[in-house]
């Protein structure tokens, strides 16, 4: 038995890195998929490769056609998580085309990484409006149905930056520890009701974001360097790996988890220094 058979699940900024990863994932694991993602041809592109990976049982998973929706075990669909609007069309499309909605990640997230007293007040609203706007906007749209029909698992895609500060990286972090209180407040508010709402705090995982901050460094290969140095395991991880994790949370092996954050970063947050 796979382990997120007959489950619906909507992943944010599916399109690549830790969310293309989850979806990957889960699709593997029987669940149904919605990459709900601002690039819809990114989205298409990941939607294709898992029909693509997962081989023999193809012709049960395609992307959204007139004739295909039936049968369809993977859907992309053009999302802004910084539109409510946008978010809940997401939402009404998966449960059109799947039914209703077992489980929600919400990964969709933004580098912005500032010098407090030269951030322009730009910086400060594009960060919140993806990184922690965004996460309230997905649970905002999947909560009513999950309590209603008195199930439901939330996981958002947090960080280590939701508790530990590297200084020059504001207000990212102000935002990630957001993510939390909002995990843990909508955790125990809905526990009653038997939705689990849980965070993911990943350290440095080998993506696109990690790849952009290191090519804006002075030397992008020493920047890499310096942070493998930093690892206790000499290495970072791979979205993969988070995968794995927003794996469980999804299932139904971690029905007694909620309101809490599973860190996922080799052990860097336990290092005090070398
Ligand atoms: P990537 O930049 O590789 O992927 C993020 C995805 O989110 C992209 O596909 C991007 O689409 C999409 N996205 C951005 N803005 C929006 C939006 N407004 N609406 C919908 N989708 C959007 O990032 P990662 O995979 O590395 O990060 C995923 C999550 O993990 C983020 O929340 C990040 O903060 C968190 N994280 C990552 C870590 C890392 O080391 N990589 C460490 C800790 C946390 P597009 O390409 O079109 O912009």
Known sequence: MKRLADKVALITGAG?????????????????????????????????????ALGASASAIDTRGADK????????????????????HAVSEAEHTFGALDVLVNNAGINVFCDPLTMTDDDWRRCFAV???????????????MVERGAGSIVNIASTHAFK???????YPVAKHGVLGLTRALGIEYAPRNVRVNAIAPGYIETQLTHDWWNEQADPAAAKQATLDLQPMKRIGRPEEVAMTAVFLASDEAPFINATCITVDGGRSALYHD
């Not at 994932?25 to 690039?39: C, H, P, S, T």
């Not at 929706?69 to 809940?88: G, H, N, P, R, Y």
Request: with cysteine.
């Open 16 to 52: 690549r890195g830790i969310g293309a990863a989850i979806a990957f994932a889960f699709a593997r694991e029987g669940a149904a998929v919605v990459l709900a993602e601002l690039d819809i041809e990114t989205a298409e592109r990941t939607a294709r490769e898992i029909r693509a």
């Open 165 to 171: 500060i590297i200084p020059g990286c504001f207000p």
């Open 131 to 145: 990184d922690l706007d965004g996460v309230w906007n997905g649970c905002r749209a999947v909560l009513p149905g």
């Open 69 to 88: 929706a039936s049968e369809a075990k993977v859907l992309a669909v053009q999302t802004d998580v910084t539109q409510s609007a946008s978010v809940q």
